[in-house]
C-alpha cells in the first residue's frame, strides 16, 4: 500500500541497490546490495520519527550488512554472493544454486 521497491544502481560502487519509496510518506531508502559498500541513503519523508530506523545516509560495516540482510529476511548466498530473498527456508545457498546442485546430483539418486 503506497510502497513500492525496485532496484536501482549504486551511485557509489555502480552495484545493484535496492529502492524503497512510500508515496504515503514520500520516504525514498536506497540500500546497496553490495557488502564491500554498503552504501544506504535512507529520506524518511513524513514517517513519524518514532517509527524512523535510520535516516541520511552513510556505509554499513560487514557487520551492519549483515544486521540489515535479517532485518530484510534476505540472504546473501554462500556460493555466488547474490543477495536475494528468493532463498528455500534453512539453506544457505540462493534458489539458482540449489536447483543446480538438485540437478547435479540427480543420478546418484538411485532407488
Ligand atoms: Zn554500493
Ligand atoms: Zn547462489
Redesign the pocket.
Known sequence: MGTHTSYNECRMCGGTSFLIEDTHYDSTEKHCLNEKCGYYFVDSGTIPDESVMINGSGFRTPDEFKEFLDEMEWKK?E????VDHDYNEGSP??E??ETEEEDENRHDLVK
Open positions: 548466498c556460493k555466488c554472493g547474490v545457498d540462493c539458482n544454486c
